[in-house]
């Protein structure tokens, strides 16, 4: 299916463990963001990568790594995860062109126990 | 480094009109709006290049104040459909290409 896809969509973790949310899409977006959303504080960005190979912190970076080792995936991986991390975790997606319109992910809601 | 959004909280009666300020203590180079109704992903609404640019989609327009480093959306006699959370957001160029940084939201609820 041709869009931008989000796996799981839900995901319960125990503290201390490593977790790793998939984000997939189609239309060889140069640009891929992810963000988290908390109630109070919006749209946090995490990381983001500008193609594959680059990448680059964003507002809220610690305790998240990321890798494009492919222009159409962009996972983000939680090393050890912590319960501040419960979060609902979302994918974004735009063309290499400035100023372009991002599509987004469904997101993961991801729960540290 | 997020824009600044007012109001947190609107509710609404059908029909009335809303207004939603974006504002930034640093200069906006675009500013991007979206839409989240609950449950779902935001949404594209539209994005402002230039100062003084003004741009409309249905009854829903926004304006781009790019010396006050402000934008401001517009919904004019609102619908049901209107309801959710809005978003601005902005890009801000660095190293490593362009990071797209947004504010905490407007929650819009419209009543009937």
């Known amino acids: 299916d041709a869009g931008i896809t989000q796996s799981p969509r839900y995901k319960i973790t125990e503290t201390g463990r490593q977790v790793t949310l998939m984000c997939h899409q189609t239309?060889?977006?140069?640009?891929m963001f992810w963000y988290r959303q908390d109630l109070g504080h919006g749209l946090r960005l995490i990381y983001y990568s500008a193609a594959a190979d680059i990448t680059d912190k964003g507002e809220v970076p610690d305790g998240y790594v990321v890798s494009r080792s492919k222009t159409e995936n962009f996972p983000l991986t939680l090393e050890s995860a912590t319960r501040s991390q419960t979060s609902v975790y979302f994918c974004?997606?735009?063309?290499?062109?400035?100023?372009?319109?991002?599509?987004f992910g469904q997101g993961t809601r991801l729960t540290v126990v | 480094q997020q824009p600044v959004q007012s109001p947190q909280a609107v509710i609404l009666r059908e029909g009335e009109d809303a207004v939603i300020n974006c504002s930034s203590s640093?200069?906006?180079?675009?500013v991007h709006w979206y839409r989240q109704k609950h449950g779902e992903a935001p949404v594209f609404l539209m994005i402002?290049?230039?100062?003084?640019e003004q741009k409309g989609h249905d009854k829903i327009s926004a304006s781009f104040n790019e010396k006050k480093q402000q934008s401001s959306l517009y919904l004019t006699a609102s619908q049901l459909s209107y309801s959710g959370t809005y978003f601005c957001g902005t890009e801000i160029p660095n190293n490593a290409g362009n990071m797209l940084t947004f504010g905490g939201g407007t929650r819009l609820m419209v009543k009937p």
């Open positions: 239309w060889s977006h140069s640009y």
């Open positions: 974004a997606s735009r063309t290499g062109g400035l100023n372009t319109e991002a599509f």
């Open positions: 402002l290049l230039k100062g003084g």
């Open positions: 640093k200069a906006l180079y675009s």
